[in-house]
């Protein structure tokens, strides 16, 4: 696992606190919001919005929360929330290829807090989408459950690859087009997603294998989601399960 896919995963076993969450809700607010002034309130017509909807589900938000953002986008009124996406590229630390993923209603303050981020690492804004691809991400928890039968399940259901079993979940990648109806055949045949999302994945990996460099390129990750604008982050870093192990223990 690298990249977006291993980040996701280490968002989730870190957890957390009360003001983290609360940013958390608002990135996901500006999501339902989004899609949902694209293509309607109707999340039965409308798949970016029933993704954005399920994925404010699995982090907890309230329902209320998720309602009076879908009223936000529909409802009239001058001061209907209006927002940009935005994509920034760059190199980070170690030579990490990252894309950052925003929504935002004033272009020049996002543009100044993502490049300060990205300038207080020695990194830089530049080209580097041709070394990812977008691909269909679902997270399933095994539960306990044979690991071998949700494989031969997920390639049963048009999986375009299956991962290996990591953090007692497995990452099942599907083409674009995919991830609906193969979240959807994986929840018939028993396997609920944690998280289903569009990712853009990379085609190729840069290894972190020493403690001080892991430390700096997820510090790096952690900033640049903090930003109030910044939605998702996706990296091509592949840090080793083991070194992992020993980050996540001096925190514990």
Known sequence: MSGHSKWSTIKRQKGANDAKRGALFTKLAREIITAARQGGGDA????????????AKANSMPADNIKRAIERATGAGADAEQYEEITYEGIGPANVAVIVAAMTDNRNRTA??????FNKVGGTLSTVAWQFEQKGVISIPLDGRDPDELTLAAIDAGAADVGSPDAGSIIVTTE????EAVRSSLSAAGYEAESAELSMEPTTTVEISDEKTAKAVLGFMERLEDLDDVQNVY???DIPAELMEQLEAQVA
């Open 44 to 55: 039965e017509t409308n798949y970016r919005l029933r993704m954005a909807i399920e994925k």
């Open 112 to 117: 100044s807090e993502i490049r300060s981020v």
């Open 176 to 179: 674009p087009t995919d991830l």
């Open 235 to 237: 990296a091509n870093f």
